[in-house]
């Protein structure tokens, strides 16, 4: 399988502050997400970046293929930011996707 | 939009009852997912399927089953709930093959007393 590693495990920020969050992954994958999972448990996709670069407004993701790991960047955070931030990879010849263990952050008003 | 929708968001059953938990996908995906999440466990793979009447055991199928009769549709069975299955079940679905993203439906809470 692959393995997946997030860090930090906890931030704490205050409003306003930026953030960059990473995920180290131990084989070459094809896909790679990023989730948010809010208050009630659901998770939401940030970013499908296999590779690249990707914005959707304050929040930006980059994944450098060749060495392993992808970034995402919070900027300017809000209070609604907190939560669990998930990574996820897959490789075409697994069916399954490879979860880290994901970063709680929690942004203080 | 891919919609996830799962049957119950709150589900509190006793030992020993049957569970179904449901999941529907209304995107034509061929591959769907179940997971099990408990605070420091991350995210744990149950069962998934990738066609219709397919399935494949995941990291912890023990006291789960699953079935899949019609593509849109993955149900999670507990044939006789435990305590220590308490926990919250997240379904996923995905395509099987371009792009692969996968999509969470909004998860159900269940506690087995």
């Known amino acids: 399988g692959i393995q997946v590693e997030q860090s930090p495990p906890d931030l704490i920020l205050q409003e306003g502050a930026n953030s960059t969050l990473r995920c180290n992954f131990s084989?070459?994958?094809?896909?790679l997400q990023w989730f948010h999972q809010n208050p009630w448990g659901q998770l939401i996709n940030l970013f499908y970046i296999p590779s690249g670069t990707k914005q959707n407004g304050r929040l930006s993701a980059t994944t450098v293929a060749t060495e392993r790991y992808s970034l995402l960047y919070i900027s300017s955070s809000q209070t609604t930011d907190s939560g669990v931030y998930f990574c996820a990879a897959h490789k075409y010849n697994f069916n399954k996707f490879y979860f880290g263990s994901g970063t709680k952050l929690n942004v203080k008003p | 939009d891919v919609k996830v929708t799962q049957s119950s968001r709150y589900l509190v059953k006793r030992t020993g009852e049957k569970v179904f938990l449901e999941c529907v996908q209304d995107m034509d995906h061929e591959n769907m997912f179940w997971y099990r999440q408990d605070p420091g466990l991350g995210l744990r793979l149950i069962y998934f399927?990738?066609?219709?009447?397919?399935?494949e055991k995941g990291d912890i199928p023990e006291g789960y089953s699953v079935s899949r009769e019609k593509k849109e549709r993955f149900s999670l069975i507990l044939e006789s709930a435990s305590t220590n299955q308490t926990s919250m079940y997240l379904c996923?679905?995905?395509?099987?093959?371009?792009?692969?993203?996968?999509?969470f439906g909004p998860g159900t809470r269940l506690t087995v007393l």
């Open positions: 399927s990738y066609d219709v009447k397919m399935k």
């Open positions: 996923a679905s995905s395509l099987t093959s371009g792009r692969r993203e996968q999509f």
């Open positions: 084989d070459s994958v094809n896909n």
